[in-house]
């Protein structure tokens, strides 16, 4: 039942970005520059408003130019033990998505930063609860959760590899044809879950062009990995997103596997970054990806902070 006390609407614009951020979220130090950069519009950011109080709020993200948003990215509200906040949470997530989202397919998946040990700490896990149900009640679903990584200078450049030699790729086919090798027996979440709906080729084809080509680095900073005899074993793709220097893409051929190999490849692509005078790279892997997360590790990343994901049954 919809409080008619609650006002819930889109944002008008900038003039109420400091409104919209009453609510704290990690992201909202990058909104203003969303908002001028094309990556977010006003009308895709809602609130729900008691007076003057934001009770909640919700807004979706989207590559610069895009006509539609990609990604669902941040919803609070103001107070999780309180029923009463948690029933205009609802109404407003359900409201904008029927605006915002109507009746195209898939809905955008809903991603969430959350800290390390959320379960842990007891503030974190009431909030994070109560946002995944909400989104479970209007049919999401929890699909993977995700360890943010970073690596800084202090910890000191990884080791070069004494087994593999690097290169550029030839040209970006060479790229999208490993790219669509590497799907088989892959333990990525997102890639098990394009391959129910796409071939191998389409789900390589859709995150090249959905990420890596949007990436505001040169190509020259990947680098495709070479065994003693010249075989390709695997690439890496080190760059710059909208907002950080990132490992865009790691990943050793399938044949290849059980060698220690991405270890090695991910040192390389950390250099490449090093070498650039970057004060921190950052990257992301699935939580139970255990031999991501152990390269990750060995090479001196630490996990400042895990990604809850959840995608919607429509």
């Not at 008008?12 to 203003?32: A, Q, V």
């Not at 090798?181 to 080729?201: C, I, K, N």
């Not at 695997?234 to 991405?262: D, K, M, Q, W």
């Amino acid at each position: 039942m919809q409080d008619p006390g609650v006002e819930i609407r889109a944002i008008t614009g900038e003039g109420e970005l400091d409104r919209f951020n009453s609510l704290p979220y990690s992201l909202n130090g990058e909104l203003l520059d969303d908002l001028r950069a094309g990556r977010r519009r006003p009308s895709w950011m809602w609130i729900a408003l008691r007076g003057e109080e934001v009770v909640a709020r919700v807004a979706w993200w989207g590559n610069p130019g895009s006509t539609q948003p990609s990604l669902l990215d941040i919803f609070d509200l103001a107070d999780p033990g309180r029923s009463s906040d948690l029933e205009v949470a609802r109404n407003l997530l359900e409201a904008a998505l029927e605006r915002v989202i109507g009746g195209r397919t898939p809905t955008p998946q809903y991603l969430r930063y959350v800290q390390p040990a959320w379960r842990e700490r007891d503030c974190s896990r009431v909030e994070t609860e109560a946002r995944v149900a909400i989104a479970q009640d209007l049919g999401a679903r929890v699909f993977a959760e995700r360890l943010r990584l970073e690596w800084r200078p202090d910890v000191g450049a990884p080791s070069s590899s004494t087994r593999l030699s690097f290169r550029q790729p030839r040209d970006d086919d060479e790229v999208l044809n490993l790219m669509t090798a590497v799907v088989a027996g892959t333990l990525d979440a997102h890639t098990r879950l394009d391959l129910q709906t796409m071939t191998a080729a389409e789900a390589a084809r859709e995150h090249f062009f959905g990420e890596l080509d949007q990436q505001a680095s040169p190509r020259t900073n990947w680098r495709i990995a070479l065994d003693p005899d010249g075989d390709v074993v695997g690439f890496v793709t080190p760059g710059h997103n909208h907002y950080h220097p990132v490992i865009g893409y790691l990943a050793v051929l399938p044949e290849h596997r059980g060698r220690g190999y991405i270890r090695d490849i991910l040192a390389e692509g950390t250099a490449v970054l090093a070498d650039q005078g970057v004060d921190h790279i950052r990257a992301a892997t699935d939580l139970d990806n255990t031999p991501m997360a152990t390269a990750f590790q060995r090479n001196g990343w630490h996990e400042f902070e895990r990604s809850i994901n959840m995608t919607w049954s429509k």
